[in-house]
């Protein structure tokens, strides 16, 4: 057995020192892909989730994200919100197996909700809690964070009061370090596109 | 033998899957879908990256190669036939003919050059176009891995996170990681051993 180890980690060992001959352990700048987006932008009708900056001072994101884990409702059934105005089917990205639905409630006035539903939500990551953003269409790129939750079973249904009236183009669940940054990690849990 | 066969009958799936969903990414992108194209770029981009900086051996020249390719791909989706190649293989064909093009024009331009590199570290392009075809399989097969397996490589290779921040930040266990990243490390060798590729140096 470990013999078969040993020569599997060598086998490995080998296949990486051929990947790094081939393929540098080099990475893009993150800001690649505005870059494609701002070639691009004139000719799409739906712009990508990626956040140009996000610009809130960080002092007023802690605050910001303190009053939003307690404005968050852990809904416990009923919708009470009339029709949705859009959906947005939720696919797991840095964890695949994340399913979910968002839907948008009068999403054209001042007031709307988006009530967001996920299953099969691991666990955050120590030291990180998650953050759900919304992107509107022409809204210049800007990701807007709108709520940030720790969750605490695998099904997470939120209430989150959207930033106001818009067209909203997207929904993401970001993975972000506790009083880090106020900017979109660019690690995405999950999003969708509303339709 | 049969554990050998099942993973790889497993691995061709996930690679027909990945191949089916990509087809239905640029379908959304043909039709003007942006978040189509960025969840593209993040499953693509970092190989094709790390492809083009091994044809030009230069980081801004290979940005610029980044973002040609998936302009390129937004513009010309309509025009992909998933039934005639896959998205990885125009990918990785669309970077290495536009590497080659944005080095030829560094070689001939030598202002471009220095202001591009540091004295002494210019590299011949016909020296870096040298393994194009065996880098080009390599970033093709490990592009097509599934997608699990692509995501904790990526991690592990391009970020350098070690296996346990990886556990940390997607959520899974440790020893699901260590796995995937054999099996992604296992694939990689059976397909360069399918394309005979050349493992010294």
Redesign the interface.
């Known amino acids: 057995m470990r013999s078969d180890s040993d020569n599997t980690d060598e086998a490995d060992r080998e296949t990486l020192a051929q990947l790094e001959r081939l393929l540098p352990r080099v990475t893009p700048p993150v800001d690649i892909f505005d870059r494609i987006l701002a070639e691009i932008q004139p000719e799409a009708t739906v712009i990508p989730l990626r956040p140009k900056a996000h610009r809130r001072p960080v002092v007023a994101a802690v605050a910001t994200l303190a009053a939003v884990a307690a404005v968050i409702a852990i809904v416990a059934g009923g919708n009470g919100l009339g029709s949705p105005d859009a959906r947005a089917t939720i696919a797991g990205k840095s964890d695949p197996a994340v399913t979910g639905e968002a839907r948008l409630y009068g999403s054209t006035a001042v007031g709307g909700t988006v009530r967001v539903t996920l299953r099969d939500v691991p666990p955050a990551p120590s030291g990180h809690h998650y953050e759900v953003w919304v992107l509107r269409r022409n809204g210049g790129g800007q990701m807007e964070a709108i709520g940030s939750f720790t969750p605490t079973s695998q099904t997470v249904k939120l209430d989150l009061p959207l930033p106001g009236a818009g067209d909203y183009a997207a929904l993401d669940i970001s993975v972000q370090q506790d009083g880090g940054s106020p900017e979109h990690s660019n690690t995405s849990l999950a999003n969708g596109a509303f339709s | 033998m049969d554990d050998t066969a099942l993973d790889e009958g497993a691995g061709l799936d996930a690679a027909d899957e990945a191949a089916s969903l990509d087809a239905a990414a640029v379908a959304r992108v043909a039709?003007?879908?942006?978040?189509a194209?960025?969840e593209l770029?993040?499953r693509y981009?970092?190989?094709v990256?790390?492809?083009a900086?091994?044809l030009t051996g230069d980081?801004t020249l290979?940005?610029e190669c980044?973002?040609d390719v998936?302009?390129a791909l937004?513009?010309r989706a309509g025009d992909f036939d998933p039934s005639r190649a896959k998205l990885t293989t125009w990918l990785f064909v669309v970077a290495r003919n536009r590497a080659v093009d944005l080095g030829r024009q560094k070689a001939r331009r030598p202002e471009l050059r220095d202001e591009l590199e540091p004295a002494g570290s210019a590299a011949d392009p016909a020296d870096l176009a040298a393994?194009a075809d065996?880098?080009q399989r390599?970033?093709e097969a490990?592009a097509e891995l599934p997608?699990?397996q692509l995501?904790v490589l990526r991690l592990a290779?391009?970020?350098?996170l070690s296996h346990a921040e990886i556990a940390?930040?997607?959520?899974?266990p440790l020893g699901t990681v260590k796995g995937r990243v054999?099996l992604a490390?296992e694939r990689?060798?059976s397909l360069?051993s399918h394309y005979d590729?050349q493992?010294d140096?």
Do not use: C, N, P
Request: aromatic fraction near 16%; glycine fraction near 12%; proline fraction near 0%.
């Open positions: 039709g003007g879908d942006a978040v194209l960025r770029y993040d981009g970092k190989v990256y790390s492809f900086y091994r980081a290979s940005e980044v973002q998936f302009v937004w513009r393994g065996e880098a390599v970033a490990m997608e699990e995501v290779y391009f970020d350098g940390e930040l997607i959520g899974i054999r490390l990689l060798r360069s590729l493992t140096q």
